[in-house]
């Protein structure tokens, strides 16, 4: 009973190693079509890699501009608007928000174009605003190092000039403010002028109805409205003329405001040195391309012409076993 019962287990272990053993020589017999579907697919792997369009990916670090970077800007808002104007460490963190905000929107723009352009503008360390990491994909690495250059280049100073429209913008404002705020003080100072003369020459009408020609009183600066009469017509007439060549009598604000003025007129604008950022690391040359890759790309044709090879084999012996157990 023992020895049948080997002889059955031997027997049903047998089909499968056949059926391995069966398979390893249909592999082998048919190992010329293998061989030629994977030269086949070797060779359309050559072809694609030569017409393929290479990407290459030149990437920059940038952050906010240096105090000196913008040094012209800012002193021209100190000059404008003093202590209010906005700290430099502020106005750092605005140019370099200008900077972020253009470079999205050409990035924007070259994605939408009929051919594309990947143009990339992301955090650098993940959670922290700055600095940027900015990148471009080319089809050469000289290429794709120079476009991201330029790119950069041509935002720093489309923001250069929006920061000096704005600035011109603000002066226009600012000087007409200050203008404005001088002539209400000159007229007023004006007004109080003319408004000190008529109080002298009512005091003098009383004092030549009343006949008073001399003072009456030793302590002027007590005199008021009421008792000017009493320093005499002859004094009232000396006061009238002396206040009539008076000049205006101003405030310090209104000497400040004409310094304002005179430091604006001074202003010059030159935005050549003006930057939106600053270079942690420049555009770099890369040596390594992003696509297509060439040993995966031989690798993946080696075994697809292989899986094709033996599935052509496969499906050939397939057949003619068919055809032999039908007849």
């Not at 017509?233 to 060549?245: G, P, Q």
């Amino acid at each position: 009973m023992s020895v049948g019962d080997n002889n059955i287990s031997g027997r049903s272990n047998d089909p499968e190693q056949i059926d391995l053993i069966d398979l390893i020589m249909q592999l082998w017999r048919g190992k010329v079509t293998i061989v030629v579907c994977v030269a086949v697919a070797i060779l359309l792997a050559v072809g694609y890699l030569a017409v393929a369009k290479e990407k290459w990916t030149s990437t920059a670090i940038v952050t906010q501009p240096d105090v000196a970077q913008i040094a012209t800007y800012n002193n021209a808002l100190n000059v404008l608007y003093g202590s209010s104007a906005p700290k430099v460490t502020e106005l750092q963190y605005n140019v370099i928000g200008r900077f972020s905000t253009s470079f999205s929107a050409l990035a924007e723009t070259l994605d939408n174009q009929e051919n594309p352009e990947k143009l990339t503008i992301e955090q650098s360390v993940k959670g922290q605003q700055l600095p940027l990491a900015v990148s471009y994909v080319g089809d050469s690495p000289e290429n794709a190092q120079r476009q991201l250059s330029e790119y950069i280049q041509k935002i720093d100073d489309e923001v250069a000039k929006e920061l000096d429209a704005d600035l011109a913008d603000n002066i226009k404002l600012r000087t007409t403010a200050l203008k404005d705020s001088l002539k209400t003080q000159e007229l007023i100072a004006q007004e109080q002028k003319d408004l000190r003369i008529k109080q002298i020459q009512e005091a003098l009408r009383y004092a030549e109805q009343a006949g008073v020609t001399r003072p009456q009183i030793q302590q002027t600066q007590d005199v008021t409205q009421d008792s000017m009469l009493l320093l005499g017509s002859d004094a009232l007439k000396s006061m009238i003329e002396h206040e009539a060549t008076r000049p205006l009598t101003f405030s310090d604000s209104y000497f400040q405001a004409r310094k304002n003025l005179l430091d604006i007129a001074a202003l010059k604008l030159d935005g050549t040195g003006l930057h939106a950022y600053r270079y942690v690391m420049k555009p770099t040359l890369p040596i390594r391309r992003d696509s297509p890759k060439k040993a995966i790309t031989l690798v993946l044709a080696v075994l697809l012409g292989g899986m094709i090879g033996a599935g052509v084999v496969l499906g050939r012996n397939a057949l003619r076993g068919y055809k032999a157990k039908a007849q």
